[in-house]
């Protein structure tokens, strides 16, 4: 029971320390969300209240597949880089949202960035 309390303790220390430093105004915001079989990710427009584009590994494309956990956030990450290319967007802030970057968030990360997406 103390270490589930200590584990919950990091994790929102690491969050709002990732939260600290905020976009400039012509910025979007690459939101990360990691549950224990998925994985979600949004952009953000802070200043118009506005989600531009979100991938998830629950849409139908990814749940016919057979794949590890990281393939997955791959195939999201470069899902989420192929629907921004219509929106002219050219600056992004990598939010990870208090999780380490390893594992699945970096597996999303680099597929973004193989995709085109700059941050």
């Known amino acids: ?21 905020f976009p400039q105004k012509d ?11 998925h994985i979600e990710a949004q952009i953000i427009d802070d ?10 590994s629950k849409e139908k494309e990814f749940t016919k597949k057979k794949l590890t956990k990281t393939e997955l956030a791959a195939l999201v990450g470069s899902s989420l880089s192929k629907r921004v290319k219509g929106k002219k ?10 999780f380490r970057y390893h594992g699945r968030v970096k597996s999303l990360a680099e597929a973004a960035r193989e995709g085109g997406l700059k941050f």
Request: hydrophobic share 30%; glycine share 2%.
């Open 47 to 56: 200043f118009n209240n506005k989600t531009i584009v979100s991938a998830s």
């Open 27 to 37: 910025e979007m915001r690459l939101c990360i969300f990691k549950s224990t079989n």
């Open 89 to 98: 967007i050219n600056k992004i802030y990598f939010d990870r949202n208090g």
């Open 1 to 21: 029971m103390r270490s589930f309390k200590l584990k919950k303790e990091q994790y929102l220390r690491r969050r709002k320390r990732s939260k600290k430093s």
